[in-house]
């Protein structure tokens, strides 16, 4: 149960004076004239909170809050920008009034009330390189443990790292057999990799969902917990994985150096394919504005009037990339959206660049239900401590972020790597699994939809993208979360 904290008599008194944060960078600082939750660094367990007249209420488990009663209907706008795959505002939750503990947020309870502040956490400093610092937090484990190997740039990354730290892990590999199956993988020297057969499209099945789950489950964060438990249940060994470390190191390309007369510049392949910059001197004017696309530059050639019966616009929100939304659909779905984006920049602009990365990766990506040494405090301080041309290089043309997974990687005479993009064979799978399944899918929209019922699509849409096998590819992953949410919906 939730501890219930109030201030009477003069003094804080608590319901569950036993109970302690268990979160990663999450803090519980009490004593008899004061309360206060605290959350430093972005963790996998996440904690709960709801503020009352001279009180709090705090717990570690969402269902402690919800006493019995049923959830309420969740906000249609935020449902569509779940299906577009954006990530809920950092301390929402289902239940009205309960709020989750975001970075760099206090509650506090004393003789004056609750307060709610912001404030700026910082990483330790360190003269740890990120492997360094990656191995000392493999080697703080208290046992054995397997790594989850994809063969991508993050897992060898941790396999190097292991290596550093004199381990031995096994590697473990999911092979789903057929297109996704069989390929070769980098080889790490000195450690084993097994492959361990998996049925990818038993994990993307939406029959297993229920309704009772107190937020949707989304195939972005389910598939990859689901793996996850598959991986540990072979081994017998936590699972520890690379997720995260993309995109906490990854940089931009205003951050690369460019050289001595910002030669490098003139061979990175964006900027010849982009056709905004024609010179040099343009190219390093918007560097300084640490941007690629110039918002200042204004397009003569684009009418100030809308043509008529031209198509629409783009929306700013991404609306349109929502297949078979109807006017009411849009319309929920860009004040969700817009609302969402407001309190991500807000949050983000008061966190360092490595902790706003984390949070902003683990809210999207969620922990993959494995071990996640990114989230190490002192991985987090590496990182963190690199100046941003540290991250990212012009080499060969061609922009390279994560170069100190790179390095590292190089380091041990690992190649091979695969360098599709994070989450790539799950876009893949999705379009397999929807071309498979689209006959079921379409009899069941045809039946009925719990999203047409709310009027935000029309099934009709979705139904010829389905049949259409070139629309069904290019939005497979869009469609399979909207499928997925309909089916949480109806149940």
């Given amino acids: 149960m939730r501890d219930v904290v109030a201030y009477t008599g003069g003094r804080v008194s608590r319901s569950r004076p036993t109970l302690a944060a268990d979160s990663q960078g999450a803090q519980v600082l009490a004593s008899d004239g004061a309360f206060e939750l605290r959350r430093d660094l972005p963790g996998r367990s996440p904690l709960y909170y709801r503020v009352g007249h001279g009180r709090l209420e705090w717990s570690g488990d969402l269902a402690d809050f919800q006493e019995g009663r049923p959830l309420p209907r969740p906000d249609p706008g935020a449902l569509l920008a779940l299906a577009l795959g954006s990530a809920p505002a950092p301390d929402s939750t289902p239940l009205p009034g309960v709020h989750k503990l975001a970075t760099g947020v206090t509650v506090r309870l004393d003789r004056d009330g609750v307060r709610v502040a912001r404030h700026r956490p910082e990483t330790a400093p360190t003269r740890r390189g990120p492997v360094r610092a990656l191995a000392a937090a493999l080697d703080a484990w208290p046992g054995p443990y397997a790594i989850s190997f994809s063969g991508g740039l993050s897992s060898a990354f941790v396999a190097a790292a292991a290596l ?43 029959h297993r969902i229920t309704g009772e789950e107190p937020f949707p489950p989304l195939p972005d964060t389910e598939v990859p917990r689901l793996l996850a438990e598959r991986l540990a249940a072979h081994t017998g060994l936590p699972v520890m994985s690379g997720g995260l470390l993309d995109p906490l190191m990854s940089a931009r390309l205003p951050d690369a150096r460019l050289g001595p007369r910002s030669w490098r510049l003139l061979s990175c392949e964006p900027f010849h394919v982009s056709g905004t910059l024609r010179t040099l001197d343009q190219a390093r004017a918007l560097f300084d504005k640490g941007v690629v696309h110039d918002p200042d530059r204004v397009d003569t050639e684009l009418p100030d009037s809308q043509p008529v019966g031209a198509p629409p616009p783009p929306s700013p929100t ?22 969402s984006l407001a309190v991500w920049r807000e949050h983000l602009e008061l966190l360092p660049p490595v902790l706003g990365r984390a949070e902003a990766a683990l809210a999207e990506h969620g922990d993959g239900g494995a071990r996640l040494p990114a989230l190490d405090p002192g991985v987090l301080a590496a990182v963190g401590a690199l100046p941003a041309h540290r991250l990212g290089r012009i080499r060969g043309g061609a922009f ?43 009899a069941e929209l045809e039946r009925g939809s719990a999203l047409a019922d709310l009027g935000l699509i029309d099934p009709a849409a979705l139904i010829g993208i389905l049949r259409d096998g070139r629309a069904l590819s290019a939005q497979a992953l869009i469609l399979l979360r909207m499928v997925w949410l309909d089916r949480w919906l109806r149940g």
């Fill in 164 to 206: 550093r730290a004199g381990h031995r892990p096994l590697l473990v590999h999911a092979d789903f057999g057929g297109r996704f199956g069989g390929a070769a993988l980098p080889r790490i020297p000195g450690l084993r990799c097994e492959r361990v057969p998996l049925d990818l499209f038993g994990l993307l099945d939406h």
């Fill in 318 to 339: 991404g609306a349109d990339r929502v297949p078979g939304l109807t006017d009411q659909g849009r319309e929920a779905f860009d004040a969700a959206r817009r609302g």
């Fill in 400 to 442: 390279q972020p994560h170069v100190p997974m790179r390095t590292a990687v190089a380091a041990h005479r690992v190649t091979g790597v695969r360098a599709s993009a994070p989450r790539y064979w799950l876009r893949l799978a999705a379009a397999e699994h929807l071309h498979r399944e689209r006959a079921k899918i379409v």
